[in-house]
């Protein structure tokens, strides 16, 4: 298994013989102009350009709906990717879209003749109720004989979704977990994604489990960066767990 981190929540995973994007968001800095006169601000771009990403097999979407998860370059890219996967409404809204729903698998051949099966699994992007207001979002399971498991988080802010995953999931070997404490006015300062120390507990609930940060910087509405992640981890006794990788290194994982 080897992760390259592009920025934000955007990620290449090379796992079973297969290439799986991770949220493509592959624009430049900028400000998007939302509905209510709000604005998103990206403040830096990917590390690794689309014109450099290379063959890509499975894109898995958390949601569509948010420029810091799907932006235009990564929408223009979709097209390009045999298999997209995300969440029943985006497959409404996007062509060649298959949506999962919560505990629903797909098996996605291997080179070596195996399978790599993918299930969609819960995620709550900020706090009950949410979804009225930000749209539903989901998260991944990656598993397969010989593998790694990997939970790909998604924009969730909910240690009770964690839960079940690990119940359901006992063995998970590494966790993609979107943090940053992201936050906005919509929601009165709520917290839209994991915060640090939300973290260190899913990283309790997930006993075991190597711990990959992403969707911590890159945009204004991001309070908490990687250092904060870091120490929160640190101060539990937990740094052992994490692996920060550097923008655009593809890394090994064990």
């Not at 966790?175 to 929601?187: D, E, K, N, P, S």
């Not at 940060?213 to 890159?218: A, C, D, F, I, Q």
């Amino acid at each position: 298994m080897k992760l390259t981190h592009i920025g934000g929540p955007t990620a290449v995973l090379n796992l079973g013989g297969l290439t799986f994007l991770i949220d493509p968001a592959f624009d430049e800095p900028r400000n998007y102009q939302l509905p209510g006169g709000r604005v998103m601000t990206k403040l830096t771009g990917p590390a690794i350009p689309v014109a450099e990403l290379g063959p890509i097999d499975i894109a898995l979407v958390s949601h569509d709906e948010h420029k810091d998860n799907l932006d235009d370059a990564g929408r223009a890219l979709l097209p390009s990717i045999p298999t997209v996967l995300s969440t029943p409404g985006a497959a409404e809204r996007i062509d060649g879209v298959r949506g999962l729903q919560n505990w629903e698998s797909i098996d996605l051949p291997r080179p070596d003749g195996g399978v790599v099966t993918v299930t969609g699994v819960p995620a709550l992007h900020g706090p009950e109720g949410a979804e009225k207001l930000l749209g539903v979002v989901t998260g991944f399971v990656l598993q397969g004989e010989g593998i790694p498991t990997v939970y790909v988080s998604g924009d969730n802010a909910s240690l009770g979704y964690v839960k079940e995953i690990a119940d359901r999931f006992p063995s998970i070997d590494v966790a993609i977990l979107f943090a940053g404490a992201a936050r906005t006015a919509l929601l009165d300062g709520a917290n839209l994604t994991l915060t640090s120390e939300d973290a260190v507990e899913a990283a309790r609930i997930l006993d075991g489990a190597t711990v990959v940060p992403v969707h911590t910087e890159g945009w204004t509405h991001f309070t908490e960066g990687p250092g904060t992640f870091v120490a929160a981890f640190r101060a539990a006794g937990l740094e052992g767990r994490v692996k920060l990788l550097d923008h655009g290194v593809t890394t090994p994982l064990d």
